[in-house]
């Protein structure tokens, strides 16, 4: 079982920056992938960024402004997001993917709200 717990989110103004973490209750090197995924109202959940122990992966939308990163000393993944827009509005979880010999189990953080006022 993986816990997940996110911090970081809050109100901002277009163009600010806003700094998010997920700490996990485990090692992290014992996770395949772990990313941020977020969900504006009346909308699906969608893929932010993705981190692997040696690559990264970015939404269309977010790349070159959000960077994900990894403390492997602190079991944390955090998201940068810089120029931030509107259209960013939404709340965003941590997610973590394991993979076993018949399937991969996901793990969800409770989410963090990001507002990005115009």
């Known amino acids: 079982q993986v816990q997940l717990v996110e911090s970081g989110g809050g109100l901002v103004q277009a163009g600010g920056s806003l700094r998010l973490s997920c700490a996990a209750s485990?090692?992290?090197?014992?996770?395949?992938?772990m990313g941020w995924y977020r969900q504006a109202p009346g909308k699906q959940r969608e893929l932010v960024a993705t981190?692997?122990?040696?690559?990264?992966n970015y939404a269309g939308s977010v790349k070159g402004r959000f960077t994900i990163s990894r403390d492997n000393a602190k079991n944390t993944v955090h998201l940068q997001m810089n120029s931030l827009k509107p259209e960013d509005t939404a709340v965003y979880y941590c997610?973590?993917?394991?993979?076993?010999?018949?399937?991969?189990?996901?793990?969800w953080g409770q989410g963090t709200q990001v507002t990005v006022s115009s």
């Open positions: 997610n973590a993917q394991k993979f076993t010999t018949w399937d991969t189990r996901n793990y």
């Open positions: 981190i692997t122990s040696g690559s990264t």
């Open positions: 485990v090692n992290i090197f014992s996770i395949n992938v």
